[in-house]
């Protein structure tokens, strides 16, 4: 029933795949009734059991020994040592199981068990060992001065050396372990650890102390250990200071550093004055980190050379003043100095590094090395040089490698001849002397073994390596498209040396992987090889490796290289795709050598003149950016974007940009400068930017820069490489990217200023994408009809005017370049007819306020010269008006003026219009004439009779005036008088001169009584400063 295919089945659930080995077919033979054999007993076999058992002294140990025979067996057990097993408590219990019920040390020892039966004379044996454990046991003592102290004991400041001894026994042997006051005792050079004795299951170790000093008292503990237990032992150390002691020495210095020697300098302590003492120094020094012992060296001088010494080696030196006192025998040694580390030059390194040749090829040579220790190269490693030759020739070819390099690949070589190579390293001090004996590592190149036939059946790989990642190498394939159905897994394989080797898996359907925490500056070879599930298949497709070197680590230097003219490029194409792509495209420049990387070097100029932008520079002398004043001026030898050979000024990039990989893209890969997104500091940053370099390495011939900056120039070198060989760089291939829009700008703000004004403000955009020329407002309150404003591009605030208040308006800003209009950045303006808080005060509310003012004074004065007037007409005689409104003007003395008042009463309004005479409202006076007037209005009916009055016909000055009616006397004018307030002083004055003028008039003869009207005006026409006679009032 047991015949049958077996199969065994693996499940990886990481990859979610399941493998079945092949099948393997159980046949079970059945012996026939006539076989002879058939009743005969197998050959008896031991069960398997443990083949080592443990147990501690004391402790009941148990060795099994057990067999499948049906038949009574029979054991045997003996020991290895062929020593006698006792027979005190050990007994056998079982089938055959040895069983201790004690464990002693000596039982320790390996076993044999054999099992023989009465069927098989021959006995089965299997060996069983048994470890006895036994927990660790310490002892101590202490040497000081050649002779065994107590271990609670002094001895004296500046004793040569104190030993203490610790001996540990246990099963297994213990590990001893030191310790000064409960904390390990560091090595150094007066601390010194040496193994006396070590046996199986004992062990005996020293620790000296030399040059005792006072800070060496404590309790010194020896600590012994094993998987059973722990035990220790303690010792006090306790150091006896004089007090007498002298100070240590100051101001230590070094002088003079060689790659064996150090010169020390020191002054005296201050304590050590003129004395008859002898005073010397004793001067120590050994190597830090090292077990070296501790050197030192007596001196009365101030100086001493340390001599001897190993190159580029760290010493701790220290110097102790010691002074003997005429009176005392022994010297008084003092306390320490502080230490002082100081290093050894650099010197040739003692040895060349041992070379491992491997032909890679018919004609490319791989040479690994490793790198020399420390104290083998004494000195860090600072160069290395391959060198090879044909075998016996005398002259011999160079290459110069990164000092951590640890491989190199040597091409173009002679297939089936014989090459001798080797490596050169130096340090600061230079390579070794007498490199012509130096030997050489042989080898004979494999002859040419072609087959193109299987071309068809490779798998593509590529391999990039980017800047902002240099440690990390791209790895991507392709394979058949007929072949992918059959894929389970791809197996990547990739090393830096021949002995390193890494190796990762991916699932079916990955076409790329990323190969990180790689070395800088290394190169690796990397080689993809696919796992089909037909095993038919896979053996006739052909795996392929490419090798690339990664970048080294900024912000290093990249390494020098010396060029060669054996590889190189040719047909190197550059095209501008748009504003943030070029296009590269290139071919080896020899057919023979193919070089296994490129290296692409971009430099970026920075950004370039728009030629929309030229036209401003004749009229607007301040065309650039505020963050692009005071650039450098540089001529661009490429034509830009426009095509045009101008000369541009070089404007400061706008943001920090790296370059790394995005993908792939129609057979090509990206190279990405990544973009800086913070824009504050974006004139600083451009600066720093502008002529920064990037790199990246790639195995293809076509290579597309994405994620530009847009108008900005660059320059593009392509170096082809191999990892021992770099080409002469290409010529520098210069491309400027098309020109973009902006963004949109940010920090978009409004505040009113009055009902119908608005100010926006905003900040420039984080992306210009060009060069800024101008930024366009528009607004509208329906966003149907739009109003436009074009501010200046170094201006970044304007001023809206005749909004319609308590309206909403939307406003739109947005950068203008060369390519068009950008983004709009949109905010919501709406001003309220009155505005809250304290509003801006324009100069339209200030003028008609003022002039509010004014009008409004002006009416106070009106009001209140009219209210006086009408106070005065009241006290005043009656005028006489003629029928048009005005009328004549009267003297004192009785004469009218020769000429008439033009004025009318509309326009020249006199307070004293206001009313008429008592007499002559009952009469209609106008022009027209009325009853008991004249046909020019004058009312017949004086108000006042000339006959009172008495003129004097000698006073007449010509026949033109007219007297005055009757009944106006002197007297009746000084009543009037008496009527009017003394406070009205202008009245007084002018009624006054009325009642003491002179009677002028001495005849009536020419007197025309109808020509004659009151009146209280003054004539215009009248002498102004009083030469005349002055008006008066007729009452």
Excluded at 87 to 113: H, P
Excluded at 370 to 393: C, H, M, S, Y
Excluded at 927 to 935: A, E, H, I, L, V
Aim: proline share 7%; charged share 20%; net charge negative.
């Amino acid at each position: 029933m047991d015949a049958g295919v077996y199969r065994c089945t693996a499940v990886n659930s990481v990859l979610d795949k399941t493998f079945i080995s092949p099948g393997g077919y159980l046949t079970v033979e059945v012996p026939s009734p006539d076989d002879d054999t058939q009743d005969q007993p197998l050959r008896p076999t031991l069960l398997a059991v443990p083949s080592k058992v443990e147990a501690k002294v004391g402790h009941r140990a148990v060795l099994e020994c057990i067999t499948d025979v049906i038949y009574t067996p029979r054991f045997l057990w003996s020991r290895l040592d062929e020593r006698s097993i006792r027979t005190d408590g050990v007994v056998i219990r079982g089938q055959g199981s040895l069983v201790f019920q004690k464990v002693q040390e000596q039982d320790a020892t390996v076993y044999n068990c054999s099992v023989v039966t009465k069927h098989h004379k021959e006995s089965v044996t299997q060996m069983i060992e048994l470890s006895v454990l036994k927990a660790p046991q310490t002892r101590m003592n202490v040497t000081a001065r050649n002779s065994k102290v107590p271990v609670f004991t002094s001895v004296g400041n500046g004793e040569s050396i104190v030993r203490i001894n610790c001996a540990a026994e246990g099963l297994p042997i213990p590990e001893i372990h030191w310790f000064k006051d409960g904390l390990p005792i560091p090595l150094s050079g007066r601390h010194h650890r040496g193994t006396l004795t070590k046996e199986k299951n004992f062990t005996e170790e020293q620790l000296a102390i030399a040059n005792i000093m006072s800070k060496d008292r404590g309790i010194y503990q020896c600590v012994a250990k094993n998987r059973v237990g722990v035990a220790s032992e303690g010792f006090l150390l306790n150091v006896d200071i004089p007090s007498n002691m002298p100070q240590p020495p100051v101001n230590i210095m070094v002088r003079e550093t060689s790659h064996k020697e150090i010169l020390v300098a020191w002054s005296p302590p201050p304590s050590v004055g003129e004395t008859e003492d002898v005073v010397g120094y004793i001067v120590h020094y050994f190597e830090v980190g090292s077990m070296g012992k501790e050197k030192q060296y007596l001196t009365n001088n101030t100086f001493f050379r340390l001599e001897k010494l190993r190159a580029y080696t760290n010493y701790s030196i220290y110097i102790r003043t010691f002074v003997i006192f005429q009176d005392q025998g022994d010297p008084v040694i003092g306390e320490p100095s502080g230490p002082l580390i100081w290093r050894t030059h650099a010197y040739y390194p003692l040895r060349l590094p041992q070379v491992t040749l491997k032909a890679l090829s018919p004609n490319t040579l791989l040479v690994t090395w490793k790198q020399l220790k420390l104290e083998e190269a004494r000195g860090p490693i600072t160069k290395q040089v391959v060198q090879w030759r044909r075998k016996d020739n005398h002259y011999y070819q160079s290459k110069d490698v990164v000092p951590t390099a640890t491989e190199c690949e040597i091409i173009e070589l002679m297939p089936n001849k014989r090459y001798e190579a080797r490596v050169l390293v130096g340090t600061e001090a230079g390579y070794p002397p007498h490199n012509e004996r130096r030997p050489w590592g042989l080898i004979r190149m494999p002859k040419v073994d072609l087959n193109p036939g299987l071309q068809d059946m490779r798998i593509a790989v590529h391999l990039s390596v980017f800047n902002n990642k240099p440690t990390e190498i791209l790895v991507e394939w392709e394979l058949n498209a007929n072949l992918l159905p059959d894929v389970f897994l791809y197996e990547v394989t990739y090393n830096n040396t021949p002995e390193e080797s890494h190796l990762k898996h991916t699932e079916a359907s990955a076409t790329s992987l990323v190969l990180s925490q790689l070395e800088p500056e290394t190169c690796y070879t990397v080689k993809v090889e696919p796992q089909f599930n037909n095993q038919e298949e896979r053996e006739g497709v052909m795996s392929m490796s490419r090798t690339i070197c990664t970048l080294q680590v900024p912000p290093d230097v990249p390494s020098p290289r010396k060029y060669t003219d054996k590889i190189g490029t040719r047909k190197v194409k550059v095209k501008v795709l748009n504003t943030t792509s070029i296009l590269l495209t290139w071919r080896p420049k020899r057919k023979r050598m193919t070089p296994d990387f490129f290296t692409i070097e971009v430099t970026s100029l920075g950004k370039q003149m728009s030629a929309k932008a030229i036209p401003f520079l004749s009229h607007t002398p301040d065309v650039l950016d505020g963050d692009d004043q005071g650039a450098n001026e540089q001529h661009f030898d490429g034509q830009g974007s426009s095509g045009l050979d101008i000369k541009v000024q070089d404007i400061r990039n706008e943001s920090e940009r790296s370059f790394h990989h995005d993908g792939l893209v129609d057979n090509h890969q990206d190279f990405h400068p990544q973009e800086l997104e913070d824009m504050s500091g974006e004139g600083a940053r451009n600066e720093r930017e502008k002529g920064s370099v990037q790199y990246m390495r790639v195995t293809r011939r076509r290579v597309v820069l994405t994620n530009l900056l847009p108008l900005h120039g660059y320059m593009i070198v392509i170096t082809a490489s191999t990892p021992t060989l770099t080409g002469t760089p290409s010529r520098p291939h210069h491309a400027t990217t098309l020109e973009g829009v902006p963004s949109g700008p940010v920090n978009v703000s409004w505040s009113a200023v009055s009902p119908k004004d608005a100010v926006l403000t905003w900040s420039r955009p984080h992306h210009i994408n060009g060069q800024l020329l101008s930024y366009l407002v528009t607004y509208s309150h329906d966003q149907l009809e739009w109003k436009n404003q074009t501010v200046e591009h170094h201006h970044t605030t304007t001023e809206i005017q005749d909004l319609v208040s308590n309206t909403n308006y939307t406003l739109r800003v947005a950068g203008v370049t060369g390519a068009g209009l950008g983004a709009y950045t949109t905010v919501y303006v709406y001003i309220r007819a009155t505005l809250v808080g304290s509003p801006h005060i324009s100069t339209e509310f200030i003028v008609i306020s003022g002039v509010s003012l004014l009008a409004a004074m002006t009416c106070v004065v009106v009001v209140v010269l009219c209210l006086r007037m009408v106070r005065l007409r009241q006290t005043s005689a009656a005028a006489t008006f003629q029928g048009n409104g005005t009328c004549r003007m009267v003297y004192a003395n009785g004469v009218k003026a020769l000429g008439r008042d033009h004025g009318t009463e509309v326009n020249n309004y006199k307070p004293m219009l206001a009313s008429l005479p008592p007499a002559t409202q009952n009469h209609h006076l106008d022009t027209k004439g009325g009853p008991g007037s004249r046909d020019d209005g004058v009312v017949t009916n004086c108000l006042l009779d000339a006959n009172l009055v008495r003129i004097n016909e000698a006073d007449v000055p010509n026949e033109n005036v007219e007297p005055l009616r009757d009944h106006v006397t002197p007297k009746n004018v000084e009543d009037s008088l008496d009527d009017i307030d003394d406070d009205d002083d202008a009245s007084s004055r002018l009624l006054q001169n009325v009642s003491t003028a002179e009677p002028v008039f001495s005849s009536l003869k020419d007197l025309d009584p109808k020509s004659i009207c009151e009146s209280t005006q003054v004539d215009p026409n009248s002498p102004k400063d009083g030469a005349g006679a002055a008006p008066a009032i007729v009452s």
